[in-house]
């Protein structure tokens, strides 16, 4: 059976770094995308980015480039994504999906973990 | 950037009623479309890809439309745990990953 399992909620005070992880089983973790999608409070889906365990190839949207660091260890199956300083409008829940059609960073979101809520708050 | 608007926002309908939202994608994504599901404090889940495949395990009340720039999605006869926020997505090979902003689902 195909899961990723994210990690725990977490609150953080702004400025203070963070890194939030999604392991993967029951399928090649390194031969599949995983992306990451934001929720923010009472709002929709937005993509962050994405990454091939396989060889950490990453792609980011250009919403997110330079904001967050998607990454991945592939000998533990886990893909993880970090913020250096955190702001309060990071406060959101935080997804990880298994995006179909590998190689090709191409298709669609047929597996999710269960969400990450981060809370960013003085 | 390709911009995906979808309608309405919310809805309201019946038992049994059929439904029908729709999403228009700024510019040609072909077939590039997807269909999620999203209840209440839960993650999204994929009904549609491709804008007319049914995932498995889907309940065939569900289906998808539309190739270019118009898109429709369908409950043929809507069902009390069909309550949820559906979303559109289009993906290309930049890659890019868009969601429509959303419809909200409430019976009736």
């Known amino acids: 059976e195909v899961q990723l399992v994210q990690s725990g909620a977490e609150v953080k005070k702004p400025g203070e770094s963070l890194k939030i992880s999604c392991k993967g089983s029951?399928?090649?973790?390194?031969?599949?995308?995983i992306g990451w999608v934001r929720q923010m409070p009472g709002k929709g889906l937005e993509w962050m980015g994405i990454i091939y365990p396989g060889d950490s190839d990453t792609r980011y949207s250009p919403s997110f480039q330079g904001q967050v660091t998607i990454s991945a260890d592939k000998s533990i199956s886990t893909a993880y994504l970090q913020w250096s300083s955190l702001k309060a409008s990071d406060t959101a829940m935080y997804y990880c999906?298994?995006?179909?059609?590998?190689?090709?960073?191409?298709?669609?979101?047929?597996?999710w973990g269960q969400g990450t809520l981060v809370t960013v708050s003085s | 950037d390709i911009q995906m608007t979808q309608s309405p926002s919310s809805l309201s309908a019946s038992v049994g009623d059929r439904v029908t939202i729709t999403c228009q994608a700024s510019q040609d994504i072909s077939n590039y479309l997807n269909w999620y599901q999203q209840k209440p404090g839960k993650a999204p889940k994929l009904l549609i890809y491709?804008?007319?495949n049914l995932e498995t395990g889907v309940p065939s009340r569900f289906s998808g439309s539309g190739s270019g720039t118009d898109f429709t999605f369908t409950i043929s006869s809507l069902q009390p745990e069909d309550i949820a926020t559906y979303y559109c997505q289009q993906y290309d090979n930049l890659p890019r990953y868009t969601f429509g902003q959303g419809t909200k689902l409430e019976i009736k």
């Open positions: 999906a298994r995006l179909t059609r590998a190689p090709e960073p191409l298709g669609y979101f047929d597996y």
């Open positions: 491709d804008a007319s």
């Open positions: 029951g399928y090649s973790f390194t031969s599949y995308w």
